[in-house]
């Protein structure tokens, strides 16, 4: 009988107090400091100041699955702005990269990815700097705007300074260290997108693909547009692999994003390989994924094989 009692007490203790029984029971453990910043087993990341911004950038590197199995050199997609954006494309990536599994081919090609986010203290700091970085001219009025809604004073303007960061800075830096072969993509989203745009149209050399989501074509009344028709109408026409893509639902961008795609249609530049997506249901902000894995699969698609 007294068995019984013993075994019923300590049942009803478990069942009444059961942290306190498991707190008992579990051995020490010592856990590491939090560590601030990105960290993934397989991303290297460093950072640095760049003399022409005078910005603070994070540098993420994530390399593909045969990179330490020989001396193979790689194409390198550039993702400026947020560490989302090169989380985002890295996840996409390597979702894709699980085909085989499926029973499926390769869907992509092996490509380096390179983010270069901002250093920020704050949502409100990002998007001062932000706004200075991807804006390829300075216009007084969102100026104005701007430093009252980001609560601080805004300068637009700073996409050029921010295109010599990547040429002169972090493009030697990436090509020096890593198997990157002359190869390179541009990816961006918003003003990021503003920015590639704005590359792709003014700077003809630096980069073959870009990946150009919602674009602000709004920018400095049009000056992407402008710009695209002076080269149709010149011997200058633009080239390279394109993905440009808006959300249907992005109501205020929608006319702008069909003007461009309608003008690269009648211009029909030779050397330009170009996919326009317009995504049914979605706005300015849950495009964003959509935009990504739709944009490596027309960049880097891998060929096929024959059967």
Same mark, same amino acid.
């Given at each position: 009988?007294?068995?019984?009692?013993?075994?019923?007490?300590?049942?009803?203790?478990?069942?009444?107090?059961?942290?306190?029984?498991?707190?008992?029971?579990?051995?020490?453990?010592?856990?590491?400091?939090?560590?601030?910043?990105?960290?993934?087993?397989?991303?290297?990341?460093?950072?640095?100041?760049?003399?022409?911004?005078?910005?603070?950038?994070?540098?993420?590197?994530?390399?593909?699955?045969?990179?330490?199995?020989?001396?193979?050199?790689?194409?390198?997609?550039?993702?400026?702005?947020?560490?989302?954006?090169?989380?985002?494309?890295?996840?996409?990536?390597?979702?894709?990269?699980?085909?085989?599994?499926?029973?499926?081919?390769?869907?992509?090609?092996?490509?380096?990815?390179?983010?270069?986010?901002?250093?920020?203290? =704050?949502? #409100? %700091?990002?998007?001062?700097?932000?706004?200075?970085? *991807?804006?390829?001219?300075?216009? +007084?009025?969102?100026?104005? @705007?701007?430093?009252?809604?980001?609560?601080?004073?805004?300068?637009?303007?700073?996409?050029?300074?921010?295109?010599?960061?990547?040429?002169?800075?972090?493009?030697?830096?990436?090509?020096?260290?890593?198997?990157?072969?002359?190869?390179?993509?541009?990816?961006?989203?918003?003003?990021?997108?503003?920015?590639?745009?704005?590359?792709?149209?003014?700077?003809?050399?630096?980069?073959?693909?870009?990946?150009?989501?919602?674009?602000?074509?709004?920018?400095?009344?049009?000056?992407?547009?402008?710009?695209?028709?002076?080269? =149709?109408? #010149? %011997?200058?026409?633009?080239?390279?692999?394109?993905? *440009?893509?808006?959300?249907?639902? +992005?109501?205020?961008?929608? @006319?702008?994003?069909?003007?461009?795609?309608?003008?690269?249609?009648?211009?029909?530049?030779?050397?330009?390989?170009?996919?326009?997506?317009?995504?049914?249901?979605?706005?300015?902000?849950?495009?964003?994924?959509?935009?990504?894995?739709?944009?490596?699969?027309?960049?880097?698609?891998?060929?096929?094989?024959?059967?």
């Amino acid at each position: 009988m007294l068995t019984i009692l013993r075994a019923a007490a300590i049942t009803w203790t478990l069942l009444v107090f059961p942290a306190l029984a498991i707190s008992q029971a579990q051995p020490s453990t010592t856990f590491a400091p939090v560590v601030k910043g990105l960290v993934l087993q397989d991303v290297e990341c460093s950072e640095f100041h760049s003399r022409f911004t005078g910005h603070d950038y994070h540098v993420y590197v994530s390399l593909p699955a045969s990179y330490r199995q020989g001396d193979r050199r790689y194409p390198v997609l550039y993702v400026p702005d947020l560490d989302e954006g090169f989380l985002s494309l890295k996840g996409a990536n390597r979702m894709m990269g699980f085909a085989k599994l499926e029973g499926m081919e390769d869907m992509l090609e092996e490509f380096i990815l390179v983010g270069v986010p901002l250093k920020w203290e =704050g949502v #409100s %700091d990002w998007a001062r700097q932000r706004a200075f970085d *991807l804006t390829p001219t300075d216009v +007084e009025t969102v100026d104005t @705007s701007f430093s009252k809604l980001f609560g601080g004073d805004v300068k637009t303007g700073g996409g050029p300074m921010f295109l010599r960061t990547l040429k002169e800075e972090l493009i030697p830096l990436i090509e020096s260290k890593y198997r990157a072969n002359s190869d390179r993509g541009l990816a961006g989203f918003s003003l990021g997108g503003l920015f590639a745009a704005y590359v792709w149209v003014y700077d003809s050399n630096t980069f073959s693909r870009y990946l150009i989501g919602s674009p602000s074509l709004w920018w400095d009344n049009g000056m992407i547009l402008k710009a695209e028709a002076a080269k =149709g109408e #010149s %011997d200058k026409g633009l080239h390279g692999r394109v993905f *440009l893509s808006i959300g249907a639902d +992005e109501s205020e961008e929608l @006319s702008s994003f069909k003007n461009l795609t309608t003008a690269l249609k009648t211009h029909a530049y030779p050397n330009l390989q170009v996919e326009t997506h317009i995504f049914e249901g979605e706005n300015h902000l849950s495009v964003v994924q959509a935009t990504f894995s739709r944009g490596l699969r027309f960049l880097y698609a891998k060929p096929r094989q024959k059967q």
